[in-house]
């Protein structure tokens, strides 16, 4: 609350919470589209096509991402997005299929530039005792967007033109990319500068994760998690198969999870965390996995409710971690390492919807304690790696310089 008396926060929270609000509209949108259009398919084929130029630019895009480390370009981004969302429509309706992939396709270029960059600029607009609780705020326009977005997305629907949600989501980008371009004007604008100057070393990312393994084993158990909670695809089977419950208890199991992490990150942004960070971020991942698995455990509705708030609970946890781990890089670092961490988990979330939902569904009950237990495994061997590989060195003393352009 205090952070959003400052002027430039709460315009760029208020902001990018309009933004992502409109993402979640756009993704039910262009998902019920698609079904409609070409068949269950289609969907697989839009959510790979938008996730594929975050895994290309991550990988082999560096400079091309380094390039718009500035809230003036991160704007007219988000003004070709607007573009690219409102024509949508018309292009698949003349187009059809193909023409709909491209669009994704560019969709995904212009996240995949606009997210690293925006996640690496917003530690620049406080001071440093600041950055967790303004990650944490960041991280809440995602709880709300997740929360709210589907079911306004499901009753526009039923009353609006498909259409609709695009101009919708289309007028959101518009907003964002106003508020970046009066940010970039403004007086504090000059701090993200640091960033700007900082991105023309480019820095390597082998070179970053060698020198600081125990951020490659965050990074790496965050793929792991990605993967292991997309078992949540088949958790309609679950419940069926486990509770011989319905549609009903699906939207509570959610709910619950919602509501759960929304109280939570309250307290992610405001608490001081323990120890190292990448092996607090470990750790809780570990958590997470413990508590997926014990959803098999419940043997009722109300139990398996509870279950879903606390793992709701942790969720915010891991953003905010990470994310006020990353902040402590220098500007150029930081950056890389925010689009690595995005192309991991993009990595993962994709290869989990291609096989996951296949193998799980044939025992979903089992699935799940399948995918906690293992993430368990894997998040406690990166939460000890992350602690002997990193107990001897400052956490605020990275490489940087000529050393992070080394190959």
Same mark, same amino acid.
């Given at each position: 609350?205090?952070?959003?008396?400052?002027?430039?926060?709460?315009?760029?929270?208020?902001?990018?919470?309009?933004?992502?609000?409109?993402?979640?509209?756009?993704?039910?949108?262009?998902?019920?589209?698609?079904?409609?259009?070409?068949?269950?398919?289609?969907?697989?084929?839009?959510?790979?096509?938008?996730?594929?130029?975050?895994?290309?630019?991550?990988?082999?895009?560096?400079?091309?991402?380094?390039?718009?480390?500035?809230?003036?370009?991160?704007?007219?981004?988000?003004?070709?997005?607007?573009?690219?969302?409102?024509?949508?429509?018309?292009?698949?309706?003349?187009?059809?299929?193909?023409?709909?992939?491209?669009?994704?396709?560019?969709?995904?270029?212009?996240?995949?530039?606009?997210?690293?960059?925006?996640?690496?600029?917003?530690?620049?607009?406080?001071?440093?005792?600041?950055?967790?609780?303004?990650?944490?705020?960041?991280?809440?326009?995602?709880?709300?967007?997740?929360?709210?977005?589907?079911?306004?997305?499901?009753?526009?629907?039923? +009353?609006?033109?498909?259409?609709? !949600?695009?101009?919708?989501?289309? *007028? @959101?980008?518009? #907003? =964002? $990319?106003?508020? /970046? %371009?009066?940010?970039?004007?403004?007086?504090?604008?000059?701090?993200?500068?640091?960033?700007?100057?900082?991105?023309?070393?480019?820095?390597?990312?082998?070179?970053?994760?060698?020198?600081?393994?125990?951020?490659?084993?965050?990074?790496?158990?965050?793929?792991?998690?990605?993967?292991?909670?997309?078992?949540?695809?088949?958790?309609?089977?679950?419940?069926?198969?486990?509770?011989?419950?319905?549609?009903?208890?699906?939207?509570?199991?959610?709910?619950?999870?919602?509501?759960?992490?929304?109280?939570?990150?309250?307290?992610?942004?405001? +608490?001081?965390?323990?120890?190292? !960070?990448?092996?607090?971020?470990? *750790? @809780?991942?570990? #958590? =997470? $996995?413990?508590? /997926? %698995?014990?959803?098999?455990?419940?043997?009722?509705?109300?139990?398996?409710?509870?279950?879903s708030v606390l793992l709701g609970a942790v969720n915010p946890f891991l953003p905010v971690a990470l994310s006020t781990h990353l902040s402590a890089f220098p500007p150029a670092?930081?950056?890389?390492?925010?689009?690595?961490?995005?192309?991991?988990?993009?990595?993962?979330?994709?290869?989990?919807?291609?096989?996951?939902?296949?193998?799980?569904?044939?025992?979903?009950?089992?699935?799940?304690?399948?995918?906690?237990?293992?993430?368990?495994?894997?998040?406690?061997?990166?939460?000890?790696?992350?602690?002997? !590989?990193?107990?001897?060195?400052?956490?605020?003393?990275? #490489?940087? $310089?000529?050393? /992070? %352009?080394?190959?």
């Amino acid at each position: 609350m205090r952070l959003l008396r400052r002027g430039p926060v709460m315009l760029l929270w208020g902001a990018q919470t309009c933004s992502v609000f409109g993402d979640r509209l756009y993704a039910m949108a262009i998902m019920w589209l698609a079904w409609k259009q070409s068949g269950a398919a289609a969907m697989g084929w839009v959510a790979v096509a938008e996730s594929v130029p975050y895994i290309v630019l991550g990988t082999l895009g560096r400079s091309l991402v380094a390039r718009f480390a500035a809230l003036g370009r991160l704007a007219v981004v988000d003004v070709v997005r607007a573009v690219l969302v409102g024509v949508l429509p018309l292009v698949w309706d003349t187009f059809g299929l193909a023409g709909m992939l491209a669009c994704a396709v560019l969709l995904g270029v212009g996240g995949a530039l606009f997210d690293p960059n925006l996640g690496a600029l917003v530690p620049e607009l406080v001071e440093p005792d600041d950055v967790q609780a303004v990650n944490g705020l960041m991280d809440l326009t995602g709880r709300i967007a997740r929360i709210a977005g589907p079911g306004v997305a499901g009753v526009l629907l039923a +009353v609006v033109p498909r259409q609709g !949600l695009f101009w919708l989501d289309a *007028a @959101t980008f518009v #907003v =964002s $990319g106003v508020a /970046l %371009a009066v940010l970039s004007g403004a007086p504090v604008a000059a701090v993200p500068t640091k960033a700007q100057e900082g991105a023309k070393i480019r820095p390597r990312a082998r070179v970053l994760l060698r020198t600081r393994p125990e951020t490659a084993a965050a990074i790496g158990v965050h793929g792991a998690g990605i993967f292991a909670h997309s078992v949540a695809l088949v958790l309609p089977a679950f419940l069926v198969a486990h509770l011989h419950a319905g549609a009903a208890a699906y939207g509570a199991v959610l709910a619950a999870t919602g509501a759960g992490s929304l109280a939570a990150n309250t307290v992610a942004g405001n +608490v001081r965390m323990p120890g190292s !960070l990448p092996v607090f971020y470990c *750790a @809780t991942w570990a #958590v =997470s $996995g413990l508590i /997926l %698995a014990s959803a098999a455990l419940a043997g009722s509705l109300p139990v398996l409710l509870a279950v879903s708030v606390l793992l709701g609970a942790v969720n915010p946890f891991l953003p905010v971690a990470l994310s006020t781990h990353l902040s402590a890089f220098p500007p150029a670092a930081r950056l890389r390492l925010m689009s690595v961490d995005l192309t991991v988990i993009r990595t993962a979330g994709t290869v989990s919807m291609l096989f996951v939902p296949g193998l799980a569904g044939a025992d979903p009950v089992s699935a799940f304690p399948l995918a906690g237990l293992g993430l368990v495994l894997v998040a406690g061997a990166g939460s000890m790696a992350a602690w002997r !590989l990193g107990r001897h060195r400052s956490p605020l003393a990275p #490489v940087e $310089g000529k050393e /992070l %352009a080394r190959d």
